[in-house]
């Protein structure tokens, strides 16, 4: 179904997979499952094999609502600590035609350049933000199409991955016959899921508490202005409860998500909380008021780090709006009110809202742990109707897919990189001869070049759906 797209959600604690559509009330999602997560740690895949499971199984139950569809291209997220925002020096353009006026187009040609900047060893742009732009004496203007200048300096925050990262994900995704159409970063897509317009505007900061990252990203003007990750997020208080109270990984899960409490002051003095008994001696007893501590304590250090973060983007005194939490951790009780406490920002927790998605969406896309996976829906949305960006079809029909074996699928174990042999990327069709695949898109994006247009890709010896190419592709 053309009007369909996919995003797909590795994360730590759970794998996501959701569709959806656009409809005159936003973007209503269809379809939105979960399944938990494999083979991730804090926000980077580590097993294909692992990650492919849990992939294949939040795929499984997502397309059992899709009325014999299958997702073939998908949007994906990429976080992990590996994620870096980097500030450059100026792009500089002297124009031919400078008696005309600055059109989009050449706008585009000075980004789509800055993807081509050299970054230390591993790392490669995934996403380009124009700052501001200088029209010979015209200083750090927001807007240049239309005025008429000799010469564009144009200043961008660069966001850059590491180009193992997007290794792995192609792999984990291929494993599974999907393509990635584009490869999100998480911050950004969390943001447009849970911010308003307004908050956009007059500067506001987002903090997606994740169970191995917390994202963090900074808006100002419509602009964004920042992002950054923190190592660790609400699994680092599942262990501490753990280890502070010597009970299993599992209790500890439940009493956080039950009982938790983020300010200890808050807590309920002289209640406890009765575990069921693990070797026949009686209930473990744990006070709530130690269990908040413990909560406290590791909620407070992760919050200082996104007050770090604010710092180093360089807009702390002209956010406005406050602070937005998200995600998973940010439904523990009384967080607001600790937000507050440590980094001075009003704060309000946030998920997928009115403003975004279609009220009729699926219930469990409203959820604050949603918002990574809605907001690449809402990403890809946004980008067709403000750019015309073309996306090819994300479903076919379930019943027509060939069946295919892979060598990769024989021998899982076998992970894609630079090393790999060229046998793992080739297809052996059941019963048919292997034809060459073309495809046609209208932009890349992400680590595939967002905002460049492509005429045409032709594709040798590649395993269907991974979006991995040969060095004798053309494109």
């Known amino acids: 179904m053309k009007d369909l797209i996919a995003a797909i959600d590795l994360g730590t604690t759970k794998v996501v997979a959701a569709v959806g559509k656009k409809t005159p009330q936003g973007v209503k999602v269809v379809a939105y499952a979960e399944a938990p997560s494999r083979g991730i740690k804090r926000g980077r895949v580590e097993n294909v094999k692992l990650a492919n499971q849990a992939l294949k199984e939040a795929l499984s139950r997502v397309e059992s609502k899709l009325d014999g569809q299958r997702i073939k291209n998908a949007f994906v997220g990429i976080a992990g600590q590996d994620i870096k925002c980097i500030s450059t020096a100026p792009f500089q353009t002297q124009r031919k035609n400078f008696n005309e006026m600055i059109t989009q187009e050449e706008i585009q040609e000075i980004t789509d350049n800055t993807y081509n900047t050299v970054l230390e060893d591993g790392y490669k742009v995934i996403y380009s933000v124009p700052q501001s732009f200088n029209v010979d004496n015209y200083m750090s203007v927001s807007e240049p199409i239309?005025?008429?200048?000799?010469?564009?300096?144009?200043?961008?925050?660069?966001?850059?991955?590491?180009?193992?990262?997007?290794?792995?994900?192609?792999?984990?995704?291929?494993?599974?016959?999907?393509?990635?159409?584009?490869?999100?970063?998480?911050?950004?897509?969390?943001?447009?899921?849970?911010?308003?317009?307004?908050?956009?505007?007059?500067?506001?900061?987002?903090?997606?508490?994740?169970?191995?990252?917390?994202?963090?990203?900074?808006?100002?003007?419509?602009?964004?202005?920042?992002?950054?990750?923190?190592?660790?997020?609400?699994?680092?208080?599942?262990?501490?409860?753990?280890?502070?109270?010597?009970?299993?990984?599992?209790?500890?899960?439940?009493?956080?998500?039950?009982?938790?409490?983020?300010?200890?002051?808050?807590?309920?003095?002289?209640?406890?909380?009765?575990?069921?008994?693990?070797?026949?001696?009686?209930?473990?007893?744990?006070?709530?008021?130690?269990?908040?501590?413990?909560?406290?304590?590791?909620?407070?250090?992760?919050?200082?780090?996104?007050?770090?973060?604010?710092?180093?983007?360089?807009?702390?005194?002209?956010?406005?709006?406050?602070?937005?939490?998200?995600?998973?951790?940010?439904?523990?009780?009384?967080?607001t009110n600790l937000a507050n406490y440590v980094t001075g920002f009003e704060a309000r927790v946030a998920t997928p809202n009115a403003f975004s998605i279609d009220p009729a969406s699926s219930e469990a896309a409203k959820d604050a742990t949603s918002s990574t996976a809605v907001g690449m829906l809402i990403y890809a949305f946004q980008k067709m109707d403000e750019e015309g960006v073309y996306f090819p079809d994300c479903m076919e029909d379930a019943a027509k897919v060939e069946p295919t074996i892979t060598h990769l699928e024989k021998d899982e174990n076998k992970l894609f990189g630079d090393e790999a042999d060229d046998s793992t990327k080739e297809t052996v069709k059941v019963g048919a001869e292997s034809a060459e695949k073309k495809d046609k898109t209208g932009r890349k994006g992400g680590f595939f070049g967002f905002g460049r247009a492509i005429k045409s890709v032709k594709i040798k010896n590649v395993l269907d759906g991974t979006g991995l190419f040969d060095n004798n592709d053309e494109v």
């Open 146 to 335: 239309g005025m008429i200048g000799r010469n564009i300096v144009a200043k961008y925050k660069l966001f850059a991955g590491k180009e193992n990262s997007r290794r792995m994900i192609e792999s984990t995704l291929g494993l599974s016959h999907v393509k990635p159409i584009e490869i999100v970063i998480e911050p950004i897509a969390s943001a447009k899921a849970v911010l308003t317009e307004d908050e956009m505007e007059v500067g506001s900061i987002m903090v997606d508490i994740g169970g191995g990252t917390t994202d963090v990203i900074v808006y100002h003007h419509n602009i964004i202005r920042y992002a950054g990750i923190i190592p660790f997020g609400g699994n680092i208080v599942t262990e501490d409860i753990c280890s502070g109270c010597g009970i299993s990984q599992k209790n500890a899960e439940y009493i956080k998500t039950h009982y938790g409490c983020c300010f200890a002051d808050y807590a309920e003095a002289g209640k406890k909380i009765v575990l069921p008994s693990m070797g026949g001696t009686g209930g473990k007893e744990i006070q709530i008021k130690t269990l908040s501590k413990i909560i406290q304590a590791r909620m407070e250090e992760i919050l200082e780090a996104v007050c770090w973060h604010v710092e180093q983007s360089g807009f702390k005194d002209v956010i406005r709006s406050g602070m937005v939490l998200t995600g998973g951790g940010s439904k523990m009780g009384n967080i």
